[in-house]
Each structure stands twice: as structure tokens, then as C-alpha cells.
């Protein structure tokens, strides 16, 4: 066997482990020894190793409760068990719980051999595995928007088909859908992905300071204007502007950009000439904008006009067979970017996350499994680990709208938060004028005894 592994014995025979020590030294393996399991768990904490000899009987800790240990918290880890003629039994037991094999004593070194080129066959398997799971995941990502679902492969199939035109796109969909990196996938795809993507939160910026972020303005066209500064719409020149919560902009601002949008001309705050532009326009809303038409707080003239081609993203309710994927891609994002080495989670926990109503979409599945991974005290996530997430509602008779549905997501993450506009803001990546404006609009009352 030519590849050379890490490789740790477990036995409380001083010269079995001498034994096993020079052997595996003489053929070049790194090698580790263990006279008890807890020294042996001790020196995993420090140190990984890809296999492990455990002798099954040993005082203290056994070899079948080392086994299920090293499986719970080292799950990638090969244990093979060490066993006498008389606990065949014992062997087969822990062949269940994960062992991959058994060693018999006395052995002699070609049993050991033949035991370490079956380790070695494995390996190579678990290497081609991980090449075609890698496969799949480039398979299941789209420009960083990941699934398989029916729901989000039909996005990923409009992507290309309207990213070559030059026309309008309203992207609709609840908060935390990934509404922006669907704008990102398009722009991305487009004629012009080698110019700018300027993405702007119309939700976040008062609509005052909004008009001179988008066109821009001269020195001393207003108090503290000190020096002449251009406008994201001269700046995007070529390429793409994406107007989030563009329902928040308010009529004004809408008659503004309908006009740029028909002139292909804008003039910046305190000048008389106007300047060309060039740029394809994307906006995003989880509001909806025909219930505004009737209330008269949106334009239809300009709803039209932004709605060329308009593409719905799904809940992440509506595709619960993504969790899985989504799942591992946050463990092992977090896992990386944290000092926790978490490997993967529990059945049970997927399950509970698949029952979960998920009302922030693929950004609360995302917040929950960096929180779970931090503050983890096991290398595998379990049900308890999401324990802070509210219990899975029933199934309503008929389902919400999506003004509803936001109505009670905000009026959840209030209650989450005592009330702290503030950190709620944060979270809905709103500003906090926005959420009281949403508080009044829904009509949302603070609880008694947490004002």
C-alpha cells in the first residue's frame, strides 16, 4: 500500500501498542498510541486521525463506547476493532455502530496488511465520492444560488433566456429569497457582466438623500454639498442597476425614474445639462406593488415599466427538498469561516428543519445554521442545536398573501428582539424609518408587559 496515513492504537497492552507502533512506523504511516480511551479522545481533540485501531476489551472506557464517541464526534474516521477469538460477537456489535473491521488476536502482520489495503480500497472510494458529490454541487449551483427543486430550477432556467435583452426585470419574492443574487445570476450572464452592478436598498435610504444618490448632483446645489459628485445612474454606465424594495420609493421618485427610463437621459441636483446613460434595470419587491396601484401609493405607469419581464423566486416553504443541500453548504461555509469543526447534522435535525415554516427564507436558514455552529458544543448538529427556532405552525386552511405573510413575520422577529426596533431593522436589512413605517402600516402593537 503505497498511500501513507495518519494512524492512532488504542489498547491498554503496552506491547500490543509497541507492536502495532513499529509496524505501521516501518511501512511510514504516522502513528499515535492510546492506553486508554479517554487518552485516546484526548489526543483527537487535538489531533484527527484517519484511522484508529480500539481494542474492544479495555478498562474504563471499552472499545464499543470509544467507537460510538469517535463516530459521534469524528464521523469521517475509520475504526477498526481489535478482538479476541471470544468476543466475535462483540466485533459484530460494533461492525454496526461504524466499525469498518475487525482484527483478531493474536495476528500475525499479512492479516494486518490485507486489513490496511481493504482501508486503503475505502479511501480511494471515499475519494471518488467526494469528486462526484463535488460534481453535483457545480450541478446544483446557478451564479451562487443553490438547489435542484423544481420550484428554483425554473429560475435557473429564465436566467439565461432573459439575460441577453435589454429589458426591464421586477423580481418578486419574500425577504431573504435571494432576490439579489438572482439580479447578480442575470447581470452575470448578460452582455454587460464585464460593467458595473450597482445594487441600492431603496428601503434603507430616506427618499430625500435617495434623489442625489441616483442622479447625482453639483457643488453648492444644496447645504453641504461641498464638491460636485455623480449619481449611481451615471455610474452604472453600461451595466446593471438593481433597485431592491423599489416599492418603497416613493411617487415622486417614480415619476423621476420613468422618465429617466423612457429618455435615457438623467440631469444631476443643481445642473441644467442633461447626460446620456446606458443601463439595464432590474428592480426587487416583496410588497405588492398592484395592491399599491389601487391604494395609490404606486405609479402604474411606472409598475409597467419595471415589469417588462417579471420572474417570482419561491419560498423557501415551497422548496423544503433544497434544505439538505442548502444545509451542508452553511455548515461547511461557517465551519471555515469559525474555529468550529463541524462535520455535518443529524437526521432528526434535518427533519426538524424540513418542518420549520422557514418565514426568513434561505437568510433565516442561513442565520440559524451560523448560530448552531457557533455555538455547538459537538461536531454534529442535532434537533436541539435549533432548539431557539419556534416550533412548526399547522397548515393553514388557506394560505397567506404575501402581505400577510410579511405582517407576520415582522410582528415574529419584534417579539424575537423585546421589541428592539433597532436589531430588527438589522436583521430585515431595513432602516429603522422603514420598519416603523411597516409597524404603522400593519398596524403592529407592542405587548404590555414588554414596553
Known sequence: MDKKMSVMVV?????????FFHWFQKYGHMVE????????????????FQVMFVDIKMPGMDGIELLEK??????????????AYGSIESAVKAMRIGASDYLLKPFKTDQLSL?????????KLVSEYKYLKGRLEKITRFENIIGQSAAIE??????????????SILLVGETGTGKELVAKAIHAKSHRCHLPFIPINCGSIPDSLLESELFGHQKGAFTGATHARKGFLEVVSGGTLFLDEVGEISPKMQVDLLRVLEEKKITSIGSREPVDIDFRLISATRQDLERGIADGTFREDFYYRINVIKIEIPPLRDRKEDIPILLE???????????SQIDRATPKALEFLKQYDWPGNVRELENAVERAVVLSKS???GAEDFSFLQSPTPALSSPLSLRDMEKRYIQQLLEENQWNVSK??????????????????YKLERPAETK
Do not use: C
Open 11 to 19: 489498547d491498554d497492552e503496552e506491547i500490543v501498542r509497541e507492536s
Open 33 to 48: 498510541t492510546a492506553s486508554s480511551g479517554f487518552e485516546a479522545l484526548e489526543k483527537l481533540e487535538k489531533n484527527p
Open 70 to 83: 469517535v463516530k459521534q464526534e469524528y464521523p469521517d474516521t475509520i475504526v477498526i476493532i481489535i478482538t
Open 115 to 123: 486489513v490496511m489495503e481493504r482501508i486503503s480500497q475505502q479511501e
Open 154 to 167: 425554473r429560475v435557473f432556467s429564465i436566467i439565461p433566456e432573459v439575460a441577453q435583452s435589454n429589458s
Open 329 to 339: 453548504h452553511f455548515i461547511e461555509k461557517y465551519s471555515h469561516e469559525t474555529t
Open 379 to 381: 461536531r454534529t448538529l
Open 424 to 441: 430588527t431593522a438589522k436583521v430585515l436589512e431595513i432602516n429603522r424609518v422603514t420598519l416603523h413605517k411597516m409597524i404603522n402600516r
